[in-house]
């Protein structure tokens, strides 16, 4: 697949009647498992690249090379219509021109910059920070200026329910739409009714994070298309990672993890071994 | 702890006599959790970076430096002394030089270059071909030559047990010793008397490959210091993936994987969070 | 202008009446400066890449990931339709598919890949030597499998000039243009008469290396349509930098080098400061 | 020479009784031509790394990870002392923090966190911006903290003589002097009685950006021991390749240009084909 129809069927379903999901990917071997489990969609956030690259917090330490790095992978290895949350875009709306050339780059499908101060100002003792509406509005048009594929997904994300009243909030997603973004993701969801106050000021699809409690019928009648399950996934690694480990280090052999781990067969059709004896007799031999 | 560091201690487990095994990590999440597991060594090799990075089978087909960028990470996250199966130098004698650079600045503990023909030559229909003697004991010669710690292990693998009759094998592995390599590396051992053999032959520490069936006190006391116990870790996480995934698919929430997933105290404590709350209240506030 | 329009350009060069040349090019100032001098296509070699990253003689020390690289900068700065030399193609017939792959990806218009074993085999003692025909025509298939922009271009390279009998010679290049490639890439030619001979058994575009003493006008009427002519620029640059380095070191001022240097509104034009101070007006104001 | 010689002899620099300057370089080339015209000390600031890497103006559009690899491609090539400008540390106290990290990875001597807002906050037109005093003593506190190799420089760098009066300017550096920095980095000098000022309030090695009409004798004897000379380099060699470009685009050919390029055997030797030959003779055949 392209990265034009990659990014032809994200839109779609942004522009369909069903709330989907994407998987939380971060290597090529996560990405062609989310594959074979049916994903259609694959995302990754500034925090997985922290936890997986980095080893560290979600404090905006990684670099927009190592993050575009890490989505060129994944698009490599897979079908998988990528979603980026960008962070702020890497700095100021000129830094925000160059993360959308760099990840378009890189073959993601969508993206979506938010109005969070990142990284965190000088004496905020860790109190979340908006930008204000007209910066964000000149990063997102900047953004939205930057695109080379018009088929790339561009989103304002906005981490205002957990900072503002809803009035303001409301406000600021007004303002966001009319810029032409493609789409708003909201984050922090704690009530349905925040969800009816922002539906009823905008009409481009919305992109929600993870909002436990709320049912995905609730956010689908709400013009919610796409849905962040969070990223737990990460933590059932870890812990398959520490029991493997500790099985090794009490002098276990693989065969006592056979039922944990996939066939040698399932792994041979991930790492998609036939392609590469096709190639092989073809071009080698 | 320095690299020098890192390496003194993998060289103390070379010198001592117990036999010990390395986790096999790939990034700095899997880094961090073999750490926790009570690791003191990680090992990265050609096939682990082909699983995670590229997608691919074992042919070679990664770039030195795509495997020296994932070095990094996992050395830059952790303690572990890494060893890193460098494949056959990825190329000649000069690029074996280049590939000790880059590896050693990559904070490396430990390298083994391999005796083994790679990427394939053209027309051998995927029968494994060694290099000869005088060629492997110039790259040898090379790659010590290229080391500038003096502490960074280097050794010398040999896949010529799967290749050829044991008295070949034994005169192989005393000439890669009489150039002054750290250790001898043996894969695709199937009975013990080949180890015997090899013992008799050279006096070096050996590293011992995927060898099941046969048992740690059998290696120990023929002189294996670090037994690699195979890369069942990925087959485990891609398992583990694929049924997160398919529960999100089925709509589950994170509460439903609750006691499959290290817990959010233990995902702080890999990341570091302490610190990093530490460096916010120091020097950001 | 999108990689198929770079494509295109340097396609409709190879298919018209006139034979062109690249300005040889390494980073985004040397593209910049090639782009404002009426260059409508660049070149990075090898040996280009080795000079100026390595600071290495040409003995394929570089690797996939370092070339790719440099050629995403010249891409991403400029218009410029880049063809490169990708030497052997960084290994077998598998990794000229990564090869190829990785540079479609940098953007780049057209590649060659060549006959000769890289790096040395051992024991040459710096002999050139061929790989087998059948081995190169794998390899050439493979590179044309791997192209997913149907524009770009894919060149074999032969150095058999330099080392075989004319007869061989043309039996090879009519053995690769018959795999479908788009140009023959000659180097080593010393009379037209070896031209002649090649023209005859080979209908497609001829790119051709340095050949001092043989006439534009002569090529072109046989066919060549892409002439290199040397990267002499890299010689000019170290003697130019030398000089400026020498000036500075015995306390000269800028001022002193002001007719050597260009203006300062010229390097503000290959900045593109205006593009920049539009967005910044644009979007951060 | 080992990183800490590099930045050993950088120290003593410091410490010593005369004023020395780097020369300005970016990559493997221009590190060699360097070294051969004497320098012991090259530079690399973030403004070069915009007009080589990415062809922009010095508006802080480069990634940590770009401007961490150009250095390394210097510090491999060369055994010159690099001192790098390192901007505002790509970020906040904690960025400032990786920023040493990955730049004494990369083999930098010395490096300087500056107090100017970078990349330019929304709305200033243009106006440079200084941080406060305590976030600047924060991030220099944090970048202190996050050293590994003691002999690693690490440099306030100050633009406040361009916003702030004099009085305040002196404030700042005490303030910056007392945080144990090895020196003060002092641009935008007009007049020498402003160094005065800063003398007489700090007792640390001065580093001085370029200062036209100032000299060396002047500012050596108010402690300043490192001084820039601008990147003039740059200008020329643009100049240098335009008339290269032309040249050849005239169907000039190398012999035309033959008195304006350094000599083969000279470009053999930045290169250091020699040593490339004896490893040849000593390990590949």
């Known amino acids: 697949m392209t990265p034009t129809e990659k990014r032809s069927r994200l839109r779609a379903i942004l522009k369909g009647d069903v709330c989907k999901s994407p998987a939380t990917v971060w290597d090529a071997l996560s990405a062609r498992v989310a594959e074979s489990a049916g994903f259609e969609c694959g995302i990754l956030s500034g925090s997985v ?51 959308v050339e760099e990840l378009e780059h890189a073959g993601l499908a969508g993206l979506a910059i938010e109005d969070l101060v990142m990284p965190a100002h000088f004496g905020r003792r860790g109190e979340p920070e908006l930008i204000g509406v007209p910066e964000a509005l000149g990063k997102l048009r900047a953004a939205l200026s930057a695109r080379r594929d018009a088929s790339l997904v561009i989103a304002a994300r906005t981490a205002a329910l957990r900072i503002e009243p809803i009035a303001r909030v409301v406000e600021r997603t007004r303002a966001y739409a009319a810029t032409g973004v493609d789409a708003l993701f909201v984050t922090g969801l704690k009530k349905v009714e925040d969800l009816d106050a922002i539906r009823a000021a905008v009409d481009i699809p919305i992109i929600l994070g993870s909002a436990p409690g709320i049912s995905r019928a609730d956010v689908e009648a709400r013009g919610v298309r796409f849905r962040l399950q969070g990223h737990a996934v990460l933590a059932v690694c870890a812990k398959a990672m520490y029991e493997t480990y500790m099985h090794f280090k009490a002098d276990g052999d693989a065969e006592g993890l056979r039922s944990r781990m996939a066939t040698a067969e399932e792994m041979a059709r991930l790492m998609r071994s036939a392609d590469h004896e096709n190639w092989n007799d073809a071009y080698l031999n």
């Open 49 to 99: 690249c922290a936890t997986t690259l980095l080893g560290a917090p979600d404090l905006a330490l990684q670099t927009l090379t190592e993050f575009a790095d890490q989505i060129r992978r994944i698009t490599r290895a897979s079908d998988l219509s990528v979603f980026a949350d960008a962070d702020q875009g890497y700095g100021n709306a000129l830094n925000a021109m160059r993360t």
